[in-house]
């Protein structure tokens, strides 16, 4: 293959941001390969750590309020995704003041003042590919702010994330337990304390552990035992773990992995009631907003092993009891024990009980059972070293004893989060949550009612509270979702001649006494003016990568000021300095790059998407573009312009590559969109440097679509 040479204008490559008004988002969803954490989206000073499921994308997004909000319903969209979950940088809320989260297709929760005050957090995830935001404030001082998103591409109930868990390690034997961990694959280890024998100093971590479960220090999260507290102020355990051990001398913190919240506790310093460790952990429990809870630390409540029962953390387990927490993990004596769900007394409690593992088997000797219990001991081993395993969900968990090689003795438990069981209740939501319609014109909008809690009732559709002129009728007016499911209706919105207006109209569903209610914002045109039209001047909600299907690596497709490109080959010009109004365009990689082979498409595939709008009867679409390729093109380059109204993608526009010199002309173009009228649509600009690598640059200014 022939290189095309680049003549590229130099300029200092400095990172481009753009600020969203409060409405507005962007979803730029990038696949991330395993358990990979989401593309970067600012840090911020105070943040709970969220490890993420396998297969989550996310991105920023735009979402803030304050004072006194009588605004419109907003919300935080990812087109395709099952569920979405957001990051709030700010939630300073006063008195009663709230703001509630509502997914698409089914979940709801309602943040309050006790929820991480001063903290940036996740929420728990919200099935659906849109997040409808609510806000009730009446305090001026009032305030939130979401900054970014995660989302899933399979289904809420099969997205799991694994964590590895054990104390007791580092012992003779924990050569034996590593690689079972290594195998798991697991987003965390946690560690029930006595991670190194046998007094914790730096050079015992650094001779005894770091050689064998070093390899996992990324996705630690620690706790001290006893024997760490062999060395002063376990100072070998916080110079080797450092800030993921917590706050040196407190060593209590905590974190979130998919929809668990995870409290690291120190059972070594002082724990009593009304204590500042006791009296952080009820507070972290009242700030969470996760479904599930899980908690760990050193010595064990009940136990049948030599050490017995310990009373002195029965405020930690009445606090974790309060909370409805699900799981606690210790160690201590050496052997695996299962408890049944308990109350702090040892009273069996399967409605509300805590259950308790006791993992004691990292490689350090065995301990036998000569104690009794106030719990009820579910399984017991004395002579097996393993790891456990927790497969959790946003709704569940599996725990299961991993033996090492060798040895037989297994374990299984499985049980539901008390916060995530509820009754049958059901939700209503909007796709898109805001729409256009013409004088004499139609437009459509998806009504989901989500079940959660395994409700399945018919639930009765009605809307109200249109602009005059526009009426509307759901068909079919009633549906039944399936139990933890999605139903859908069609929602069509009939226009007159003479409508005109904007309203936030109510969807309601009604099933018995209850009702739930979604917000859709329906706006009347003018008659024979434009539905769309974007010169790209400001951000509009241009939308990367919305399908997640792209393959491209360098030169996708942006909102920019394109700068200019000349191929020394053919002395061509390929990308152009210029826009046919204004000074952005959307550029496929603006850039004209600091060196050889930089910022032109490659790799395959890259796409935009447009906000969604409601195609006029007669509807034209109108639009410049430019195109450019080296003599090393293929049929299978392509730019291309797209209509996907939520089923199948239908090609209007397209210019292919040859093996032929092209440079880069700006044209205009037009395409029917007729068919499609009155249906809620989406624009897709598509790009591809495909099959073999070669030279391509696209570039579309001034998108109007008119009747």
């Known amino acids: 293959m022939r290189s095309t040479t680049k003549r590229w204008r130099r300029r200092t490559l400095a990172v481009a941001t753009s600020t969203l008004a409060a409405g507005a988002f962007l979803v730029a969803a990038h696949p991330q390969a395993g358990g990979a954490a989401p593309p970067a989206v600012p840090e911020v000073a105070d943040q709970v750590p969220q490890l993420t499921e396998a297969g989550v994308t996310g991105g920023p997004a735009s979402v803030s309020g304050g004072g006194t909000s009588t605004s419109a319903d907003r919300s935080v969209c990812a087109p395709g995704a099952h569920w979405l979950r957001v990051r709030f940088t700010e939630l300073s809320l006063r008195g009663n003041d709230s703001v509630t989260l509502t997914g698409s297709s089914?979940?709801?929760?309602?943040?309050?003042?006790?929820?991480?005050?001063?903290k940036a957090f996740h929420t728990r995830a919200f099935e659906g590919d849109c997040v409808r935001v609510s806000a009730a404030l009446s305090d001026p001082a009032s305030r939130f702010a979401i900054d970014a998103y995660q989302a899933g591409d399979r289904p809420l109930a099969a997205a799991t994330t694994t964590v590895a868990a054990v104390g007791d390690v580092c012992g003779s034997s924990c050569n034996q337990t590593a690689p079972l961990i290594k195998n798991m694959n697991p987003q965390a280890l946690i560690l029930a304390g006595d991670n190194a024998y046998s007094s914790g100093t730096l050079s015992e971590y650094k001779n005894n552990?770091?050689?064998?479960?070093?390899?996992?220090k990324a996705i630690t999260y620690p706790t001290p035992g006893n024997h760490e507290y062999n060395t002063s102020g376990a100072s070998g355990y916080f110079d080797y773990f450092g800030a993921r051990a917590g706050e040196r001398g407190k060593?209590?913190?905590s974190f979130d992995v998919g929809d668990w919240h995870f409290v690291a506790l120190n059972s070594n310093i002082t724990r009593s009631t009304g204590s500042a460790q006791e009296t952080?952990?009820?507070n972290d429990l009242a700030a969470s907003t996760k479904p599930c809870t899980a908690a760990f630390f050193h010595h064990p409540r009940f136990s049948r092993g030599t050490?017995?029962?310990?009373?002195?953390v029965t405020p930690f387990f009445?606090?974790?009891?309060?909370?409805?927490?699900?799981?606690?993990?210790?160690?201590?004596?050496h052997n695996y024990q299962r408890y049944a769900p308990s109350r702090p007394d040892g009273t069996r409690d399967d409605a509300n009980g805590v259950r308790e593992l006791l993992i004691g088997t990292g490689g350090r000797g065995y301990y036998n059972f000569d104690q009794s219990s106030a719990a009820v001991q579910e399984a017991g081993n004395t002579n097996t070293f393993g790891v456990g395993k927790l497969t959790l969900t946003a709704t569940d968990y599996r725990s299961d004893f991993v033996p090492v090689s060798g040895r037989t003795f297994t374990d299984t438990a499985t049980g539901k989060c008390k916060k995530a069981v509820s009754s049958p209740a059901f939700s209503v939501g909007t796709t898109p949550s805001s729409v256009s319609v013409k004088p004499g014109g139609t437009a459509s909008v998806t009504v989901n009612v989500g079940s959660t809690g395994g409700f399945t009732a018919a639930t009765a559709l009605s809307v109200s509270g249109l602009p005059s002129g526009v009426t509307g009728t759901i068909s079919p007016s009633s549906v039944t979702p399936p139990a933890n499911g999605t139903a859908t209706a069609t929602l069509t919105l009939t226009a007159s001649d003479t409508a005109s207006g904007s309203a936030a109209a109510t969807v309601t569903g009604t099933s018995g006494s209850t009702t739930q209610t979604a917000k859709v914002t329906v706006s009347v045109g003018a008659a024979g003016g434009e539905a769309f039209a974007d010169d790209f001047e400001t951000d509009k909600g241009w939308r990367l990568n919305a399908a997640g299907s792209d393959t491209a690596t360098a030169g996708k497709w942006e909102r920019g000021d394109p700068e200019q490109t000349t191929s020394t080959y053919s002395n061509q010009?390929?990308?152009?300095?210029?826009?046919?109004?204004?000074?952005n365009c959307l550029v496929t990689g603006r850039l004209a790059g600091s060196e050889y082979g930089v910022n032109d498409l490659d790799g395959g595939a890259s796409s935009m998407a447009s906000p969604a709008f409601t195609v006029p009867a007669g509807g034209k679409l109108t639009f410049s573009y430019t195109f450019a390729h080296g003599d090393n093109a293929t049929s299978a380059d392509y730019l291309r312009i797209r209509v996907f109204d939520g089923t199948t993608p239908t090609t209007v526009f397209e210019k292919t590559g040859s093996a032929t010199e092209v440079a880069g002309v700006w044209q205009n173009a037009t395409a029917d969109l007729s068919s499609f009228a009155g249906r809620s649509v989406r624009l897709l600009v598509e790009a591809a440097d495909?099959?073999?690598?070669?030279?391509?640059?696209s570039a579309v200014d001034d998108i109007r679509v008119t009747a």
């Open 690 to 697: 495909a099959s073999t690598a070669s030279l391509w640059e």
């Open 307 to 312: 050490h017995g029962d310990d009373s002195s």
């Open 573 to 583: 010009i390929k990308q152009r300095g210029d826009t046919t109004s204004g000074v």
């Open 209 to 216: 552990y770091d050689p064998y479960y070093g390899q996992f």
């Open 280 to 282: 952080w952990l009820k």
């Open 251 to 253: 060593g209590y913190y």
């Open 106 to 118: 089914a979940g709801s929760y309602t943040l309050t003042s006790r929820h991480w005050p001063g």
């Open 318 to 333: 009445q606090a974790l009891y309060n909370a409805k927490a699900d799981l606690i993990v210790v160690g201590h004596d």
